[in-house]
T-cell receptor
Framework: GAVVSQHPSWVICKSGTSVKIECRSL??????MFWYRQFPKQSLMLMAT?????????EQGVEKDKFLINHASLTLSTLTVTSAHPEDSSFYICSARDDRGTFYEQYFGPGTRLTVT | AQKVTQAQTEISVVEKEDVTLDCVYETRDTTYYLFWYKQPPSGELVFLIRRNSFDEQNEISGRYSWNFQKSTSSFNFTITASQVVDSAVYFC????????????FGTGTSLTVIP
């Protein structure tokens, strides 16, 4: 089956530093990937839609300059949290949309737990 | 606008009891997809089922069953003879092909199965 990986699975960083999270589709191409954020005991909230070769589309209220998204290839999207603060601590999940077929099946990564101290 | 409502925030049942998780959705589109995902404490989303808007057949998979009723915009999920391993947060979601298959998640139902 289709697999999406995320790296790292968890990360602790100091306030003010930047951290990069990778999302890879391992056995399919994904022109489109999505980034979600999930706070404890809350639902997944879509942050942005990442499109290969073009700028990401951010949801209302998400700071573009703080959450940098780069979709450099058909199998890799990265989310960089710049100048991280404790309130950015969250669970970040990506999903990748399979370019094949008519439905464009979407697969979720295992998530990255970010803790900012 | 699309919206998914899971009115049950937390449910506790004793092992072997049946439990139904409710999901009500809103959309103006005629073509859409509905999903259920399980999220154990590890955080990884586990895909359970996908149903398209044109297929109202109920589905059973082992102890899991789903009841899709377009008339009431509901897509309920029943676990029969619950087990401790069923303890998790369950999310219902709507996917809209008209918006690039963006997912709209409900707020989730936390299920605790007590041994």
């Amino acid at each position: 089956g289709a697999v999406v990986s995320q790296h790292p699975s968890w990360v602790i960083c100091k306030s003010g530093t930047s951290v990069k999270i990778e999302c890879r589709s391992l056995d399919f191409q994904a022109t489109t990937m999505f980034w979600y954020r999930q706070f404890p005991k809350q639902s997944l909230m879509l942050m942005a839609t990442s499109n290969e070769g073009s700028k990401a589309t951010y949801e209302q209220g998400v700071e573009k300059d703080k959450f940098l998204i780069n979709h450099a290839s058909l199998t890799l999207s990265t989310l960089t949290v710049t100048s991280a603060h404790p309130e950015d601590s969250s669970f970040y999940i990506c999903s990748a949309r399979d370019d094949r077929g008519t439905f464009y099946e979407q697969y979720f990564g295992p998530g990255t737990r970010l803790t900012v101290t | 606008a699309q919206k998914v409502t899971q009115a049950q925030t937390e449910i506790s049942v004793v092992e072997k009891e049946d439990v139904t998780l409710d999901c009500v959705y809103e959309t103006r589109d005629t073509t859409y997809y509905l999903f259920w995902y399980k999220q154990p404490p590890s955080g990884e989303l586990v895909f359970l089922i996908r149903r398209n808007s044109f297929d109202e057949q109920n589905e059973i998979s082992g102890r899991y069953s789903w009841n899709f009723q377009k008339s009431t915009s509901s897509f309920n999920f029943t676990i029969t003879a619950s087990q401790v391993v069923d303890s998790a947060v369950y999310f219902c979601a709507l996917s809209d092909p008209n918006t690039g298959n963006q997912f709209y998640f409900g707020t989730g139902t936390s299920l605790t199965v007590i041994p």
